[in-house]
């Protein structure tokens, strides 16, 4: 509980920090857990995809073609849902809960038996990541849902089964993010505000893929990774990377 006498910006981070520190070490290992997923398909030569709709695409969105992180991470994107580029912004949330929707986005994209498919989804009670989940593992692939489970405990699913995202995953991160996404009250503010869901989403997001980098490295195998375009060479690695696994990445076609 953050202390209302507090600067509004030291409140939130307090609150935000607390998150991170309860998902550090709440969830070290279903991190673990998902981060030898992405080291054993990425050894199989699989590929590694991220999907989220509306702002739970930022943390996937974070982890591909990122200075630092792993070149094999693709964006699975969905026309409309990734996002809020859409007009009217609404449209994206209404498209979350359309039936059929993700069997579609999966068919027409190159993921395949083997591969990860991280389905980042806050509440994992609308129609879209629940189907996503079900479709990708159906396909054969390893799915791995970043969601929180308070939403599980304390909504109604909107999907037909009345599941949730959590109940279609081979592995299941919680970001302990209440329902509601804001961390912050006030008496004159006539709704509770301030978010935290993307700062701790993206965290545990950054810590899978840290995780399975090291993971690689201690089989013996050198991570595909991602440098700066912004430093001396950092182009001209990324583009000895890219050449070499150009089959398994997506954002450059």
Known sequence: MTDPRQEPAERYFD????LLRRARDEEGESVRQAAAAVA???TAGGRIFAFGAGHSSLPAQDVVYRAGGLALVNLLSVP???GVDVVPAT????????????GA????????????????SLSGRNTLPIEMAQNARVLGMTVIGVTSLAYARETASRHATGTFLKDHCDIVVDSKIPVGDAELADDR??????????????ALMQAVMAT??????????VPPMIRSGNVDGGHEWNGRVFEEYRDRIFFRR
């Open 212 to 221: 399975a980098a090291t993971d690689l490295a201690a089989r013996g195998a």
């Open 15 to 18: 609150a935000a920090i607390a």
């Open 40 to 42: 054993d398909a990425i």
């Open 80 to 82: 409309g849902v990734v």
């Open 91 to 102: 449209l994206g949330s209404a498209l979350e809960r359309v039936e059929g929707l993700a």
């Open 105 to 120: 986005a999966l068919d027409t994209s190159p993921a395949r038996a083997g591969d990860v498919l991280f389905v980042i």
């Open 189 to 202: 503010i006539p709704a509770p505000f301030a978010p935290a869901s993307t700062v701790v989403t993206s």
